[in-house]
């Protein structure tokens, strides 16, 4: 008999059948015990495997009616816990999974989790949010209310762009329009592409898939966006695999199949010349950070545009992440390099044709870096901040940092709020340090907290917490789902943490970056 790393066992939820964690013993004789290099080769969507809590399932035909779309289809080639615990809130059918088996995973092919599944107060949230929503008759995906935001969006983006070709006789008002054009590309990457990208814009799968589009339609690439945010930062959020940063600061590269998956490249590879992580190796310019950084945000989606995604498409990988799902198929790739050309055309071409060659690249240059400078203002409060916890993996990590996250000073806020909870109910149930659901509460930080208007604005960006959580759920209902959560983290000692505006979290988030520019290496 062999043990299988994470069996699930069925429960009922909400009226479906779901699979949920434990382990259990299956027999040699009847089992196909698959390799993580097998796995790793069913990396497209042509034949496309996946590991969930050690089971690996075939889902190259399902993908093809997939309710939720061709988002599945980045779970190919990788164990896709998180991606099937975050995205299915009422749980998946443990009939669809016996369906789709091939096997489980062999001992020890998989790296050892960061994360454990085996507390209580994940499935407990998830339980009171869909019931939440279903009180009050809201669909779990976007509706009227996001598409009227959207039309709005979308006018006003092709409208200033237009305004900004034909204003010939006065450049620094053409100017202005490039601004807002910047302006309106930022509000249409939070409000529109990022629902739908996570498969939460619509029911619909085609209108899911066209609003994930209109982030190539301003220039950036959705699908390498996926594998950043979905695939890196979403799961692993604050996570850094030591040994992996460390082989970075020695030039030292190997394969993406020798590379554990459980690392956030979103915040902490993004800018040059900036220390994100209390586990990085502080240098003498980063005691500056905190004075230099809003100009580095300005460049980010310059920087994305520009170099990431074309390097992305070109070498399949992005960092530790197969990009094979996507840029393993000619028609993404067409899709990619013909948007790339267009999005070129209408945004760099024709400035340059109406106003000439300087000028225009001048209003290129100034719509992305208005652009980069909006975006970059409203998530990087989200994790990177005073009092956020961050999490490290790798053989060489000892102590505390194990199996919990920690703040600069190496402590775990959580031990407090733990405590606070049990002193109010001593038979409450223990939520692990490493929980993903605890982690992503203690990595993740809200501003303007229940307001709806600061939700719409951006796009639900100040409700962090709940985005993290409820990925496929659309930011329109985060508002009115926010005190579940938060009543929710309160009863079982998890932290939650909101600032009182975007403007004191910016603030906070610059004294915070002062701070890391001159504190030690935490080992």
Request: charged share 20%; glycine share 6%; net charge neutral.
């Amino acid at each position: 008999m062999c043990k299988a790393p994470q069996e699930r066992r069925s429960e009922t939820t909400n009226g479906r059948t779901v699979i949920s964690s434990s382990t259990s013993t299956v027999d040699d004789t009847n089992t196909k015990f698959i390799t993580n290099e097998e796995l790793r080769s069913h990396n497209t969507p042509k034949s496309a495997w996946a590991s969930v809590h050690g089971k690996v399932i075939d889902i190259t035909e399902f993908g093809k009616r997939h309710p939720g779309g061709d988002i599945i289809f980045l779970a190919s080639g990788k164990d896709a816990t998180i991606l099937l615990e975050t995205y299915h809130p009422r749980g998946v059918p443990s009939s669809l999974i016996r369906k789709l088996q091939l096997g489980v995973m062999k001992d020890g092919e998989l790296k050892t989790s960061f994360y454990t599944w085996d507390s209580d107060f994940y499935k407990t949230l998830k339980k009171r949010v869909v019931n939440r929503l279903e009180e009050l008759k809201l669909s779990r995906r976007g509706s009227v209310e996001i598409w009227i935001k959207a039309i709005f969006l979308l006018i006003g983006f092709w409208g200033c762009l237009i305004k900004m070709y034909t204003t010939t006789d006065n450049f620094t008002m053409a100017c202005m329009w490039s601004i807002s054009m910047g302006v309106f590309a930022a509000f249409i990457g939070t409000c529109i592409q990022h629902d739908g990208n996570h498969g939460a814009f619509a029911e619909s799968r085609w209108l899911n898939k066209s609003a994930g589009w209109t982030l190539d339609m301003i220039g950036a690439s959705a699908y390498t966006w996926e594998f950043q945010h979905m695939l890196g930062h979403h799961p692993y959020t604050n996570v850094l695999d030591m040994d992996e940063s460390d082989k970075q600061q020695k030039c030292v590269d190997c394969a993406v199949k020798d590379k554990d998956q459980e690392s956030d490249p979103d915040v902490f590879s993004s800018y040059p010349a900036m220390r994100m992580h209390p586990a990085h190796e502080p240098s003498w310019f980063h005691r500056y950070q905190h004075i230099y950084a809003p100009l580095l945000f300005s460049f980010m989606t310059l920087s994305k545009v520009m170099q990431q995604d074309i390097e992305v498409a070109i070498n399949k990988r992005l960092s530790h992440i197969d990009a094979n799902c996507r840029y393993g198929s000619f028609i993404h790739l067409f899709r990619f390099w013909t948007m790339k050309v267009l999005s070129t055309i209408y945004m760099m071409v024709l400035p340059c044709w109406y106003h000439g060659p300087a000028k225009g690249f001048a209003l290129f240059f100034l719509g992305h870096i208005t652009c980069g400078q909006v975006l970059a203002t409203m998530f990087i409060v989200n994790h990177v901040i005073e009092g956020v916890s961050y999490g490290k993996k790798g053989e060489n990590v000892v102590g505390n940092s194990v199996d919990r996250p920690t703040v600069v000073n190496g402590s775990t806020p959580m031990e407090a709020t733990q405590k606070v909870a049990l002193s109010k109910d001593a038979n409450l149930p223990k939520t692990h340090y490493n929980d993903w659901a605890a982690v992503q509460c203690q990595t993740s930080v809200n501003w303007s907290s229940g307001s709806w208007f600061w939700n719409h604005f951006s796009g639900g960006l100040s409700h962090q917490i709940e985005h993290h959580l409820f990925p496929s759920i659309c930011h329109t209902n985060y508002c009115y789902i926010q005190d579940v959560v938060q009543n929710t983290c309160i009863e079982y000692g998890v932290p939650y943490r909101n600032e009182s505006s975007l403007f004191i979290a910016y603030y906070k988030m610059l004294r915070h970056l002062k701070h890391l520019g001159s504190s030690k290496k935490i080992d």
